[in-house]
């Protein structure tokens, strides 16, 4: 389910950003979500509450690359790695 990161992430930036990739990326996303999906249809030990924890990881961490591709402008290098100490 983290490779589903990808596709949240290109959906948040449109969504939040305004901004939309190529083409090309987001036919590779869709190409690895499809096959992380497709991986996952043979899991035979599905518990809920483990798909809702790592679905909700990928949201919360495509969230927080949004938000640091929208900060990143404001802040220098230095500031950016001393936050992400």
């Given at each position: 389910l983290k490779r589903l990161t990808s596709l949240v992430t290109l959906?948040?930036?449109f969504v939040i950003l305004g901004?939309?990739?190529s083409r090309q990326?987001?036919?590779?996303?869709?190409?690895i979500a499809g096959g992380a999906l497709i991986a996952g249809l043979s899991d035979y030990h599905f518990d809920p509450f483990t798909y809702t924890l790592a679905l909700g990881s990928c949201g919360l961490n495509s969230l927080y690359l949004?938000?640091?591709k929208k900060y990143s402008t404001q802040?220098?290098?230095?500031?950016?790695?001393f936050v992400n100490s």
């Open positions: 959906i948040a930036e901004t939309r990739s990326i987001e036919l590779a996303v869709l190409l949004t938000h640091v802040f220098s290098e230095e500031e950016i790695l």
